[in-house]
């Protein structure tokens, strides 16, 4: 028999549509309006402006370097985190989250002051000794404070892929004789593949949306440390709204770009195993 | 051989007390006891994944307590397989040689002899997501089985197949038994299954071995590989 329509199922369908319809749209209104806002010419001239252009490479570079280290640091804590029990693992657990639940801003101050300490100044001479570069209000600046924000969603998602795979693989593997790390670098990393793009994709798409810490402890210099973001902040200061909604719709072409450049790449990996 | 003498260990608020079995050389005894009374901790202690509070444990007159578990040379078949699912099944078969750099020639022959034994040869290069549960059966027993354990640990390997294929897997696991001479110890709660293949059965309960009786088989092991 035919069920009649519309059904209670019918009713459901309609309430998980409708609330996708209604975030969709509002992401899509936003960006029609943006997209009406300016004018091809503007964007034309913002994408060859040196200052921009130059926006643009750093944003890149930074976010692809600190999504990299975001992985790096994330795929190791979100396996201990899942893994392991020992004292003192919720009070880390929380202290994990406190980059994403502070301000951004007051990272940024907090990164500042950090650097004024006398660790801080030692770690700073240190690095200007070996690379010839400061640290704030530097390039690297700006990848630190991406990194403090980012590295904290990677964590999150590497943590959930580990508790969503099967812990008894990496036990079966160290009966066949391999020690913990072969356990882990055979077997638990190929498992979290998916989730290793996911996590290194969050942490470039969050690097890249970053503004409060990177004014506060990196500055906003044109041609130093000037990222897309602060870019957008700098031309509405000084009153180019049109400019600094096309620096918005370029953000969101290359985010774009580069996340479905990402995830198709993660998709090949995974079909060549 | 396998013999356990005053094995305790504690998990959280369980805990498994003054254990003590033995498991003759080329026996192959089946434990068996109600659901949550231990078994798979048991099992998880002899193969090195759980520390013990006390006791020992002998393998072929050796103690393995102290050792870790890729030191210990027991091959273990979980409840749930734990296939490597990113892994061909030849790769499976073959991942304890792997990680002991044995030569590809020989990994090679070896996954082929036991693909052959398991009757898989033609799944060599499938992905585990692509089996069926009985052919994950053999692969699991498989990939146990390549680095030729001394002791075979089966945790309820066949709870979750249809009664044909679990005929069938009785069957393979005489002919597996006598092409490799191992000592296994098979939890389950099947008595069929226990009367089918053990020659030796013990009763765990109340966290203590509680009765430990040699029996016949229902049918003879089989000469056939």
Not at chain 1, 61 to 74: D, K, P
Not at chain 1, 138 to 162: D, S
Not at chain 1, 170 to 195: D, I, S
Not at chain 2, 95 to 105: D, E, G, K, M, N
Request: aromatic share 6%.
């Amino acid at each position: 028999m035919i069920p009649r329509w519309p059904n209670r199922d019918t009713w459901f369908l309609i309430a998980l549509g409708g609330a996708l319809g209604f975030y969709v749209l509002l992401i899509l209104a936003m960006l029609v309006v943006d997209a009406a806002y300016t004018r091809f010419d503007v964007i034309w001239r913002a994408v060859h402006d040196p200052d921009i252009l130059f926006a643009v490479k750093l944003s890149v570079f930074s976010c692809t370097i600190s999504a990299l280290l975001s992985v790096l640091v994330a795929v190791p804590i979100g396996y201990l985190m899942s893994r392991m029990r020992f004292p003192g693992r919720t009070l880390i657990d929380v202290c994990l989250d406190i980059p994403i639940v502070l301000p951004p801003l007051v990272i940024g101050l907090s990164l500042l002051i950090l650097f004024q300490t006398s660790a801080g100044r030692a770690l700073e001479s240190w690095f200007q000794a070996l690379t010839g570069s400061r640290i704030t209000y530097e390039v690297p600046a700006v990848i630190l404070a991406q990194f403090m924000v980012a590295c904290a969603f990677a964590v999150r998602t590497m943590r959930a892929t580990f508790d969503q795979t099967n812990p008894r693989a990496e036990q079966v593997a160290l009966t066949l004789g391999c020690t913990r790390a072969q356990a882990f670098r055979l077997v638990a990393l190929p498992e979290a593949w998916k989730g290793v793009i996911t996590a290194g994709t969050l942490a470039w798409a969050r690097a890249l949306g970053e503004f409060g810490p990177i004014l506060v402890f990196a500055g906003a210099t044109r041609q130093r440390t000037e990222v897309l973001s602060t870019t957008v902040f700098l031309e509405l200061s000084v009153g180019r709204l049109d400019t600094a909604v096309a620096v918005s719709l370029l953000m969101i072409l290359i985010a774009v770009l580069v996340l479905v450049l990402v995830r198709r790449w993660g998709a090949l990996g995974e079909g060549a195993r | 051989m396998l013999r356990i003498s005053k094995l305790t260990v504690e998990a959280g608020t369980f805990s498994l007390r003054d254990i003590n079995l033995h498991v003759p050389q080329g026996s192959y005894a089946i434990l068996m006891g109600a659901t949550g009374l231990g078994k798979t901790t048991l099992l998880e202690a002899i193969c090195g994944l759980r520390r013990l509070t006390h006791g020992t444990i002998q393998l072929d007159g050796r103690a393995v307590e102290a050792l870790p578990a890729r030191e210990r040379g027991i091959g273990y078949v979980p409840q749930d397989l734990a296939l490597f699912t990113t892994m061909t099944v030849a790769e499976n078969i073959g991942f304890a040689l792997h990680i002991r750099h044995v030569p590809a020639s020989e990994e090679q022959a070896r996954v082929q002899e036991l693909a052959n034994l398991l009757g898989i040869s033609q799944l060599l290069e499938r992905m585990p997501a692509a089996l069926s549960g009985g052919e994950k059966q053999r692969v699991a027993l498989g990939r146990a089985l390549a680095a030729k354990p001394r002791v075979l640990l089966l945790d309820e390997p066949f709870s979750a197949l249809d009664d044909q294929t679990r005929e069938d897997m009785y069957a393979l696991m005489r002919a597996v038994r006598h092409a490799t001479g191992a000592t296994v110890l098979h939890v389950t709660h099947s008595r069929s299954e226990a009367q089918a293949l053990g020659d030796h059965r013990l009763v765990l309960d109340q966290g203590r071995i509680v009765e430990q009786t040699p029996q016949v088989p229902a049918t003879a092991p089989t000469s056939s590989t």
